[in-house]
């Protein structure tokens, strides 16, 4: 069965720091894997998604994520913080089927000091 | 193009009330999903739609948990009687026909048992 896990449940960067937020899987075969961000009292916003290919995926607002099969991780990074970035963090997964629902994890905190 | 909407944003109602949540995905996204989102979790799918009939609802509590998608376009999900446990954000989310996994959701409706 698929799952997620988000080792860090609350994480806190200084503005202008850099960000490495955590997310492992587990599936059997190659996965969707996906990160989104949820503000206070909004739906979730799609920040990347990886399908295949090149394994760094660059996405909205100046963050990206590396897939490393061998290490089942899919790690959100940004170079710099912003203090709006201070939000929910979801990684999720989805089977190889289209369309499959996504299976999210439970989520990373993060606040951003200045 | 519009995105998800949800009605209402909120709603607190007491314990062994009914409820009633509606969802209106992007027009022509065939599939559609209930996801529930307790505090402090990642959401965690309830039921999904293709067009007008169900996909998986392994995880809805059918003995209190009712959803539909009359015409294969807008949808409501059910509760009836609610408990205290039921307490969560409802989410609504929509995917196309592109298979580029693009997953839209809504804003959410936030419930309070009381």
């Known amino acids: 069965a698929q799952s997620v896990t988000q080792p860090d449940i609350h994480i806190t960067v200084s503005e202008g720091a850099s960000l490495e937020l955590r997310c492992n899987y587990s599936y059997g075969a190659t996965p969707y894997l996906f990160w989104y961000v949820q503000s206070p009292g909004q739906g979730l916003q799609l920040l990347l998604k990886?399908?295949?290919?090149?394994?760094l995926v660059q996405g909205i607002k100046g963050f990206e994520a590396e897939f490393k099969r061998s290490q089942s991780s899919f790690n959100l990074r940004k170079p710099s913080v912003h203090w709006s970035d201070a939000a929910e963090y979801f990684c999720a997964v989805g089977a190889g089927q289209a369309g499959t629902a996504l299976i999210f994890g439970k989520g990373t905190t993060l606040s951003v000091s200045s | 193009e519009a995105g998800v909407a949800q009605s209402p944003r909120y709603k607190i109602i007491e314990k062994r009330q009914s409820v009633a949540f509606w969802c209106n995905p992007i027009?022509?996204?065939?599939?559609l999903y209930w996801y529930q989102q307790i505090l402090g979790q990642g959401p965690k799918l309830l039921i999904q739609?293709?067009?007008?009939?169900?996909?998986?609802d392994s995880q809805l509590p059918k003995d209190r948990f009712s959803a539909e998608r009359l015409k294969g376009v807008d949808s409501t999900l059910k509760i009836q009687p609610a408990k205290l446990e039921d307490s969560a954000v409802y989410l609504c989310a929509s995917l196309g026909h592109s298979g580029n996994y693009g997953y839209t959701f809504g804003s959410g409706t936030r419930l309070t048992v009381v």
């Open positions: 027009s022509g996204h065939a599939t």
């Open positions: 990886y399908f295949s290919g090149d394994t």
């Open positions: 739609f293709q067009n007008n009939g169900v996909v998986d």
